[in-house]
Antibody, heavy 121, light 107 residues
Framework: QVQLVESGGGVVQPGRSLRLTCAAS????????MQWVRQTPGKGLEWVTV????????YYADSVRGRFTISRDNSKDTLYLQMNSLRHEDTAIYYC??????????????WGQGTLVTVSS | DIQMTQSPSTLSASVGDRVTITCRAS??????LAWYRQKPGKVPQALIY???NLESEVPSRFSGSGSGTEFTLTISSLQPDDFATYYC?????????FGGGTRVEIK
């Protein structure tokens, strides 16, 4: 069965960096685009970034562009999110999510359990 | 950016009720819209994709309709499992955007 397991969250000071990792299993990782979605505890969902199946195309939300970088290693079935210059407003649960279709547009069919990032001095 | 506006933000209903949630896009997104349900303390679950297609293993009491800028999610007979928050999301163009959510609570 499909599993997405995030790690790397924690408490970090404003301005510092953190790298999140999502280990995927149960499907052919290299066939699907992957994305990160975040959720402030008790609030709504915010799309963060997406990476194409081969890693060539990447798109970002305005709120993180220039600070966050998405990447993937298809040989290791792993997705990454490098977060630099962190701000208080980046505090959220970060979910790794798999696209349902191997197409240019798709919804998400699987989500990880999430990892909490807290930006606090 | 495409703004997604859901209404209502909160809805009180009883088991067995027919419930409708609306999602409006600030510009046309064709039918590139998904609906997700998030139960308290759980991760989101896809219900509907491409506006009206039922995701695998999702009960048939859920249905979606619409195109362009106006979309609806209907639950034909609300079950205890359905008291949750519902989100629409457009995937027509980047940045992808979610609606603000509709919380369905017990009346």
């Amino acid at each position: 069965q499909v599993q997405l397991v995030e790690s790397g969250g924690g408490v970090v000071q404003p301005g510092r960096s953190l790298r999140l990792t999502c280990a995927a299993s149960g499907f052919t990782f290299g066939d699907y685009a992957m994305q990160w979605v975040r959720q402030t505890p008790g609030k709504g969902l915010e799309w963060v970034t997406v990476i194409s199946f081969e890693g060539r195309d990447k798109y970002y939300a305005d709120s993180v562009r220039g600070r966050f970088t998405i990447s993937r290693d298809n040989s290791k079935d792993t997705l990454y999110l490098q977060m630099n210059s962190l701000r208080h407003e980046d505090t959220a649960i970060y979910y790794c999510a798999k696209w349902a279709e191997t197409a240019a547009r798709s919804h998400v069919d699987y989500w990880g359990q999430g990892t909490l990032v807290t930006v606090s001095s | 950016d495409i703004q997604m506006t859901q209404s209502p933000s909160t809805l009180s209903a009883s088991v067995g009720d027919r419930v409708t949630i609306t999602c409006r896009a600030s510009q046309s997104i064709s039918t590139w819209l998904a609906w997700y349900r998030q139960k308290p303390g759980k991760v989101p679950q896809a219900l509907i994709y491409k506006a009206s297609n039922l995701e695998s293993e999702v009960p048939s009491r859920f249905s979606g309709s619409g195109s362009g800028t106006e979309f609806t999610l209907t639950i034909s007979s609300l079950q205890p499992d359905d008291f949750a928050t519902y989100y629409c999301q457009q995937y027509n163009s980047y940045p992808l955007t979610f609606g603000g959510g509709t919380r369905v609570e017990i009346k």
